[in-house]
């Protein structure tokens, strides 16, 4: 035998071997043509590793070592010819063919003999690395050959260890080629290709070369790109495979079942070759696995083996279903196959080896394989996965688990990561308002999600709490929209789901219902909640009419809660007046006409009427004694069926509604609505509801009764042209607005609009104050997106100039904080800024042009959230220069104050500011840029600054655009010439005719043609008189320099510029103001701009202005004025600028109100530029003006966080005398703490205490109702606390000023809801107080850490009360119960000093288990508002408290006693309260959750500072506790992964974080 492979005699044993080699290479050739040809396709033709590996194969092909090394193994595989040529023919003989040729053929050498028969053959050979690579490549080919042959493979098995014994295998590249050859043959088969397997299969048989590795499948995408993939079913490699025919003969009578039979026959013997295959695979994993392989080859075994395990049933293609069930048939063999796998799966992910973290099985898709096996093995392996799973929830949840409900308090938004969405659809995408967690932490959301919570679970428990803290709080329309599902029995069949609802008809249903329970306790106990009422029966109709409650279902449901549960509850007529609000929707009416069950449903809702005395001096008492007789007259002309149910007394009673209102309106007599007596206005809150339509035309009457006057021809009106305009009269009283049934609110809107939009008659504006007043008053019923609304009704309303005017003037003056509540600003703004964008280059349209631009830069300066500029998110904006600026100026804002909420937000920005400076020149200076944040900066920073181009440019036309304003200016220009330059000059030398102006006054106004310059102006596009209104300042701040540099006097220079600037603003009002200082501001790089706007907010004209419009206007809150308006000339109100050619009179609108949104951004500039003195006296000249301001809260709050560190305190204290402070709910404490004399003086914690109190009880969502409270705990609470209110606040020192009872949206309008109201009041008094930011940090942290015992203590009322100590007597090694174990080892449980808290149970109507909790989450909440220079400072004292616990820092613990002390510290603070027994980690590891649940995206940057300040980690106690704060992060970091990268480099040596992880969740 040595003698003939060493002589090369082999041939002569094996005559065919060159036959089959020149079969080989012509199928070689064949393969690798395809395989160019695949490159080609694929771009890698020029790719230099492919053509190495191209060359390397050709060089193994072609090898003389390949033949003796095939022959060798064909001798061991006793492969003789004529066997090896009918394998590659794929014709299995019979039984007898091979019964004979298995008694003839000659028996293959020992297996002993083969290694050194190999040893001896690669003597005679000098390149081992490609012999080993040509090995390797044999043996792979051999494998998928032998596959179904028993003998065969266990020599192939025997070969492999044989060579491993003498290291000639590498394992790390003979595992990854053989599962990709694998792979590319299931593909073939999965594809159904016989021939084409046969080719592939022959092509590895007899070239013993692999193809390159680009041209193999991806095995970690094989199963989506080979959905059918080929999967074991009956065999497992036995003795050598007999085809189904040898074990059942095809003998059928049925002769069209031949084909069928053949297909199954097919499908059964490729799932046999292949399940052989597998098994032998995994039989040689586990031979490599015994020695040291890479990662990545751990990583490509797991992966190939993963997906055969998940896709171990899928069914082949071809094959119907009946076929497949009946002929595929799970044995034993499939699962011998399955434990082959399992076998190798477990040694991966061995604890002790580590090769793969368990947490690739964790996070794969095996544990929800659709059909498992009935195998133990395989469910012992899906078991332990959710067994980590729950070991790692640990670290991935939040450890409170009521952190995932809203607050409404700040906007969260919904991440863009989904490619099919962009623009507006993607930037008004939001978070739903409550996260189903799963168990890795990520949200789950959606309607398939809400539809299988169970009612009585925690996550049913968590969306009621939800749905409740709505109904009491009323967020917007467009919060209830997002979340809501229509009930199933008004849904349509073909209806998509909606991904972003959570909330379903069932879960909304049992929380209205809830509510209503509530008001029922609140009004019994003699507390006046009207106004709850009045606001609950807005979103009662919304929900009603929206179809988001199953009226019937509903019905049956109150009936039984208030007449089977709370039977004493009921005793008003209250749910009564509820139900009649809505009988007139067409859903409720659908079921009182055509149900099946309408009788029933009928008795249901009359059976709440309740008989009680009224009173007759109380318009509520009147209506609710009425409303059951209004409810039955509605019901009794809806249905004849349902008539003899109804109460015939309350029928009887209606005649007195009907004669009460033939007295009140006989003749010709008017309801005088501003003189009603209390029973007036009741009576006529009870016609609403039975008269609607009478009621309408009554008050359209009365809004009309003064009658009609008509303009008085003037300048702006022909001789013959007449303009009618109403009379004024008082508009309707929102007290008694607010009583009027939201059906007849409803009809008062739509006359309302026809007659202000629509009619011929200029509507006076007692009538315009009127609509937006019920707008207001049922923000949800009644909102409308006017201008969408509009054009619906009549396309040609916008396209009439008053139409548009009104509607530009309602919007920026009145209904401005009512788009931002409902989220509608940014679509709002897309709107006007499309009109506008038409009329900037339209001439001579100056007032509606200059009025939607300043609606767009209230727009601008409301949003608080990141915005795109423009609907679509592609091209350049449609905004004019000045919005452009102040674009980028509210970007800065919203970024540094409140951060970016979506990563991909940040990627998005770039192209957000090339929208916006494509058609921008401006530049900004150094000193507005250092306050920018640092995102904004960086891109802005490169940007040229063009000022001295504009000079330029000015310079080489001045000779030409002065002798132009010459003829055109001087006191005796010829009129006429006006008409020629208007016509003929060039547009690049128009922008230049105010600085020519200029130049030609020489100080001296008059002396300059101001009728020809006027009316040139005035003839300009807006946007031309915009651009020469910027190139004026430019050109005069050049002309300072010079003429300073000639010798001139600083102060003479600044008295004439401001006497030209007086010129062109009041002497002869030809510039708009607003636009004038807007452009003075932007420059101010130079020192004599700030100063001259300075001066022009100094004089006395602007002065005058301002005073007059505060007269003319009254009180800011314009909803409670009951006189007649008064209507401000045109010319007065608005200028000669604005006014020319304008013949509709103005309703609100005025020069001094286009300042309100300009002078904020003058203070932010001047405190930009350290000119602090110069912004105190603005704000001293203009706080009592800028309470007209619709967004002062906003701004307050905005400028504070803005410049935080940078504001001294009177500066402070000026900027908060713009609020109207009896009206803001501050502590009564606050005005002493920023007042002190000491400012280094810490607020005591009680202080802090008392601000965490007030969130605690009206921010965080109340406690459901399965707290220890018992079935009714949230409703004792809200009594508790609206009777400690009523009763005790003045009582109580540091007791938040908050009026009792629910507010009207009108009243709190900035900035919309009660619970932004105190969550922003807390954070402006945390920004306005006279200390830094580690001593409030340090303050909450220290009230976090003590906030459990202390409370116990102000329950128990005396200090060391038992069970404070918690359970250090029975646990000695873990931290102590008392939340004190961070501060030594006394582990001392007193109070900490300056908290006094003897009545903070009581106050909040919480025990104090429960309190505690809350005021974590409210101390987090408050802290995620904050600036991130309070972030840093939380992240340090965070670390502090971690590393000085006394169990950590104590070097004699063993790490069982600091296992068993990490365990305890990290128990969830929800229970550990109820058994006293929290900790300080505990409670600040529930801090930081709380306090990362409600932080932007973009201000996640800094978390891993945590980890910084707790480096160096010495233990695995740290390290587990580090991964608990991290923990919950990365579910929202997934997609950000600079940020994932940064929070997951915990270790000091930078190690790989699934190791660590790993390593958690072993522990």
């Not at 091979?98 to 040893?119: C, M, V």
């Not at 949230?1274 to 009026?1299: C, E, F, L, W």
């Given at each position: 035998m040595f003698r003939t492979l060493g002589g090369g005699n082999v041939s002569n044993q094996t005559p065919t071997t060159s036959d089959s080699g020149m079969m080989m290479d012509q199928n070689t050739a064949h393969h690798q043509q395809l395989q160019q040809q695949q490159q080609m396709q694929n771009g890698q033709r020029n790719n230099p590793s492919s053509s190495s590996t191209s060359a390397t194969s050709r060089a193994l092909q072609f090898h003389p070592a390949r033949p003796a090394i095939l022959d060798l193994f064909n001798l061991y595989l006793g492969?003789?010819?004529?066997?090896?040529?009918?394998?590659?023919?794929?014709?299995?003989?019979?039984?007898?063919?091979?019964?004979?040729?298995?008694?003839?053929?000659?028996?293959?050498?020992?297996?002993?003999?083969?290694?050194?028969?190999?040893?001896?053959?690669?003597?005679?050979?000098?390149?081992?690395?490609?012999?080993?690579?040509?090995?390797?490549s044999t043996l792979i080919s051999l494998v998928i050959q032998c596959r179904s042959h028993a003998p065969r493979a266990e020599f192939l098995l025997f070969a492999l260890h044989s060579l491993s014994s003498i290291s000639y295998i590498n394992?790390?590249?003979?595992?990854?080629?053989?599962?990709?050859?694998?792979?590319?043959?299931?593909?073939?088969?999965?594809?159904g290709s016989q021939s084409g397997a046969t080719v592939s299969s022959a092509t590895l048989t007899q070239s013993g070369v692999l193809p390159p590795s680009s041209t193999v499948t991806n095995p970690t995408n094989f199963q989506s790109s080979s959905p059918a993939s080929p999967l074991p079913s009956v065999h497992c490699i036995g003795s050598p495979a007999q085809s189904v025919a040898e074990q059942s003969p095809m003998k059928s009578p049925d002769v069209g079942g031949g084909q069928q039979s053949n297909s199954r026959i097919n499908l059964i013997t490729r799932d046999n070759s292949m399940s052989n295959l597998r098994h032998l695979c995994c039989k040689i994993i586990l031979i490599g696995l015994k020695f040291n392989l890479k990662p990545s080859t751990h990583a490509d075994v797991f992966s190939h083996l993963l997906n055969w395990i998940i896709n171990w049933d899928q069914k082949q293609q071809g094959i119907?279903?009946?076929?497949?069930?009946?002929?595929?048939?799970?044995?034993?063999?499939?699962?011998?196959?399955?434990?082959?796998?399992l076998d190798v799966i477990w040694l991966l992910v061995e604890d002790d080896k580590c090769r793969i973290p368990f947490y690739e099985l964790v996070r794969s898709n095996l544990q929800v394989i659709e059909n498992i096996p009935d195998d133990e093995a395989l469910f012992t392996l899906i078991l332990e996965i959710h067994k980590r799973r729950d070991m790692m929830a640990m670290h991935m949840q939040m450890l409170d688990q009521h952190l995932h409900c809203p607050t409404f308090g700040t906007p969260r938004l919904f991440p863009q990561a989904m490619n099919n969405i962009s623009g507006e659809a993607a930037t008004h995408m939001r978070y739903p308002a409550i996260t189903y967690p799963s168990v890795l932490g990520e949200p789950l959301h959606g309607e398939d999600i809400a539809v299988s919570i169970q009612r009585g679970t925690l996550d049913w428990e968590r969306a009621l709490r939800c749905i409740r803290h709505a109904l009491r709080n009323t967020p917007s329309l467009d919060w209830w929209k997002r979340v809501l599902l229509l009930a199933p029995c008004y849904r349509l069949q073909a209806q998509a789901p909606t991904p972003g609802a959570v909330f379903t008809a069932e879960m909304i249903s049992e929380a209205t219902i809830d509510r209503i329970a509530e008001l029922l306790k609140l009004t019994n106990s003699e507390i006046n909640c009207w106004q709850e009422w009045l606001t609950f029966s807005d979103v009662f109709f919304f929900l009603a009419k929206n179809g988001c409650l199953d009226f019937v279902d509903f019905v049956d449901k109150l009936v039984s809660r208030l007449q089977d549960g709370d039977q004493h509850?009921?005793?008003?007529?209250?749910?009564?007046?509820?139900?009649?609000?809505?009988?007139?929707?067409?859903?409720?009416?659908?079921?009182?006409?055509?149900?099946?069950?309408?009788?029933?449903?009928?008795?249901?809702?009359?059976?709440?009427?309740?008989?009680?005395?009224?009173?007759?001096?109380?318009?509520?008492?009147?209506?609710?004694?009425?409303?059951?007789?209004?409810?039955?007259?509605?019901?009794?002309?809806?249905?004849?069926?349902?008539?003899?149910?109804?109460?015939?007394?309350?029928?009887?009673?209606?005649?007195?509604?009907?004669?009460?209102?033939?007295?009140?309106?006989?003749?010709?007599?008017?309801?005088?609505?501003?003189?009603?007596?209390?029973?007036?206005?009741?009576?006529?809150?009870?016609?609403?509801?039975?008269?609607?339509?009478?009621a309408c035309e009554s008050v359209m009457n009365y809004l009309a009764s003064a009658g009609v006057t008509e303009l008085l021809p003037g300048s702006n009106l022909q001789a013959n042209e007449r303009i009618a305009v109403m009379r004024e009269v008082s508009p309707l009283p929102i007290s008694l607005l607010s009583g009027f049934s939201i059906n007849l609110c409803l009809k008062l809107t739509f006359q309302m609009e026809e007659s202000m939009f629509n009619g011929q008659v200029i509507p006076n504006i007692a009538m315009v104050e009127t609509y937006c007043r019920l707008l207001l008053i049922v923000p949800h019923s009644l909102f409308r997106p006017h201008l969408t609304h509009l054009s619906q009704r009549n396309t040609a309303t916008l396209t009439k100039p008053g139409a548009s005017i009104l509607l530009f003037e309602i919007l920026n003056y009145r209904l401005l904080s009512l788009y931002r509540y409902q989220g509608k600003s940014k679509n709002l703004m897309y709107d006007i800024t499309k009109m506008i964008s038409s009329l900037k280059g339209k001439r001579g349209d100056h007032r509606i042009f200059r009025l939607g631009e300043n609606l767009c830069m209230n727009l601008l300066l409301s949003l608080k959230e990141f915005f795109l500029v423009k609907r679509e998110g592609k091209g350049p904006t449609d905004f004019t220069e000045t919005l452009n600026r102040i674009a980028i100026t509210s970007l800065a804002i919203i970024i540094k104050t409140r951060g970016i909420t979506d990563f991909d937000h940040l990627l998005y920005l770039p192209t957000m500011l090339e929208q916006i400076l494509a058609t921008s020149q401006h530049a900004w200076s150094e000193k507005t840029l250092r306050y920018f944040p640092s995102v904004l900066r960086d891109a802005l920073a490169g940007r040229m600054d063009k000022r001295g181009l504009a000079i330029q440019a000015w310079q080489q036309a001045e000779t030409t655009v002065i002798n132009q304003c010459t003829q055109l200016l001087s006191p005796s220009a010829d009129p006429s010439y006006v008409v020629t330059y208007i016509s003929h000059s060039f547009p690049q030398h128009r922008q230049y005719l105010c600085a020519g102006a200029w130049v030609l006054m020489h100080g001296h106004p008059e002396s300059i043609n101001s009728a020809n310059l006027g009316r040139v102006l005035r003839e300009f596009s807006p946007e031309e008189v915009t651009a020469n209104i910027y190139t004026m300042v430019d050109v005069l701040l050049h002309h300072i320099h010079l003429e300073l540099q000639r010798g001139h006097s600083p102060q003479d220079l600044m008295l004439k510029a401001c006497a030209n600037l007086s010129f062109f603003i009041w002497t002869h009002e030809l510039l708009p103001l607003d636009i004038l200082l807007l452009a003075l501001i932007d420059r101010d790089d130079d020192p004599h701009s700030l100063r001259i706007v300075m001066s022009l907010l100094e004089s006395k004209e602007l002065q005058q202005r301002v005073k007059l419009y505060s007269m003319n206007r009254g009180q800011p809150e314009h909803w409670l004025l009951s006189g007649t308006f008064k209507r401000v000339e045109l010319q007065k109100a608005l200028g000669n600028h604005l006014s020319w050619k304008e013949r509709f009179p103005t309703f609100f609108d005025d020069?001094?109100?286009?300042?309100?949104?300009?002078?904020?951004?003058?203070?932010?500039?001047?405190?930009?530029?350290?000119?602090?003195?110069?912004?105190?006296?603005?704000?001293?000249?203009?706080?009592?003006?800028?309470?007209?301001?619709?967004?002062?809260?906003?701004?307050?709050?905005?400028?504070?966080?803005?410049?935080?560190?940078?504001?001294?305190?009177?500066?402070?204290?000026?900027?908060?005398?713009?609020?109207?402070?009896?009206?803001?709910?501050?502590?009564?404490?606050?005005?002493?703490?920023?007042?002190s004399a000491n400012a280094s003086i810490c607020p005591p914690l009680d202080y802090f205490a008392t601000l965490l109190l007030g969130l605690a009880n009206h921010v965080i969502p109340p406690l459901s109702n399965s707290s220890k409270l018992g079935p009714a705990?949230?409703?004792?609470?809200?009594?508790?606390?609206?009777?400690?209110?009523?009763?005790?606040?003045?009582?109580?020192?540091?007791?938040?000023?908050?009026?009792?009872?629910?507010?009207?949206?009108?009243?709190?309008?900035?900035?919309?809801?009660?619970?932004?109201?105190?969550?922003?009041?807390?954070?402006?008094?945390?920004?306005?107080?006279?200390?830094?930011?580690?001593?409030v940090v340090s303050s909450l942290v220290q009230i976090v850490v003590h906030i459990q015992p202390t409370l116990v203590q102000s329950s128990n009322g005396v200090h060391g009360a038992p069970g404070v100590g918690g359970q250090s007597s029975v646990l000695p090694t873990s931290p102590s119960g008392g939340s004190n174990d961070s501060f030594g080892p006394t582990r001392t449980s007193s109070s900490p000093s300056g908290m006094n808290t003897s009545n903070f149970i009581w106050r909040s109507g919480y025990t104090c288990q429960q309190l505690s909790c809350l005021l974590i989450q409210a101390c987090g909440l408050l802290l995620a508002q904050l600036p991130p220079e309070f972030h840093v400072q939380l992240y340090m004292e965070a670390a502090r408290v971690v590393k000085e616990c006394w169990w950590l820092t104590d070097g004699k613990r063993s790490a069982s006693e600091l296992e068993s002390a990490v365990s305890y510290a990290l128990l969830d603070p929800t229970w550990a309260a109820q058994d006293n027994t929290s900790t300080a980690i505990g409670n600040v590891v529930a801090l930081l959750h709380s306090f990362f649940s409600n932080l932007p995206q973009e201000w996640l940057e800094g978390t891993h500072l945590i980890i910084k300040h707790l480096r160096p980690v010495t233990s695995i106690a740290v390290l587990r506790i580090a991964f608990r704060i991290m923990g919950p992060l990365l579910p929202r970091l997934a997609n950000a992964h600079p940020l994932f990268n940064i929070v997951t480099a915990v270790n000091d040596n930078g190690g790989c974080f699934w190791q660590e992880f790993s390593t958690i969740s072993s522990c």
């Open positions: 492969r003789t010819a004529q066997q090896k040529s009918d394998e590659s023919a794929r014709e299995p003989p019979n039984k007898t063919q091979k019964r004979i040729s298995a008694l003839n053929r000659d028996l293959p050498p020992r297996n002993e003999q083969f290694l050194l028969d190999f040893e001896q053959l690669l003597s005679q050979f000098q390149d081992q690395d490609q012999l080993r690579a040509l090995t390797e394992w790390d590249t003979f595992l990854p080629s053989l599962l990709s050859s694998v792979s590319s043959v299931e593909v073939s088969i999965s594809q119907d279903e009946f076929d497949s069930a009946r002929y595929w048939k799970p044995d034993k063999a499939l699962i011998e196959w399955l434990h082959s796998c509850i009921l005793r008003t007529n209250h749910v009564t007046w509820l139900l009649t609000q809505i009988i007139r929707v067409e859903l409720v009416m659908n079921a009182l006409n055509s149900d099946s069950r309408k009788v029933e449903i009928t008795r249901k809702i009359l059976s709440f009427h309740k008989e009680a005395s009224s009173d007759p001096n109380n318009p509520q008492s009147i209506l609710l004694d009425f409303v059951s007789s209004c409810q039955n007259l509605r019901i009794w002309s809806l249905n004849t069926s349902t008539r003899e149910y109804l109460n015939n007394e309350q029928l009887q009673k209606g005649k007195q509604i009907d004669e009460w209102w033939r007295q009140t309106t006989k003749g010709e007599r008017t309801l005088d609505y501003m003189n009603m007596d209390d029973r007036s206005i009741g009576m006529f809150w009870v016609v609403s509801y039975t008269m609607a339509q009478p020069i001094a109100a286009r300042l309100l949104p300009v002078i904020p951004l003058i203070i932010y500039r001047l405190i930009e530029n350290d000119a602090i003195d110069a912004a105190d006296r603005v704000l001293q000249l203009y706080n009592l003006f800028l309470h007209y301001y619709p967004l002062n809260f906003t701004f307050v709050r905005d400028i504070l966080a803005y410049f935080y560190g940078h504001l001294p305190g009177k500066l402070i204290l000026r900027i908060l005398s713009v609020l109207d402070v009896k009206k803001i709910p501050f502590s009564e404490s606050f005005p002493q703490h920023i007042n705990g949230d409703v004792s609470i809200s009594s508790a606390r609206m009777q400690h209110n009523k009763t005790q606040a003045a009582a109580q020192p540091g007791q938040i000023n908050a009026s009792e009872g629910q507010k009207a949206f009108y009243q709190i309008q900035d900035p919309g809801t009660y619970t932004q109201l105190i969550l922003e009041t807390a954070v402006i008094e945390i920004l306005s107080l006279p200390i830094s930011a580690s001593q």
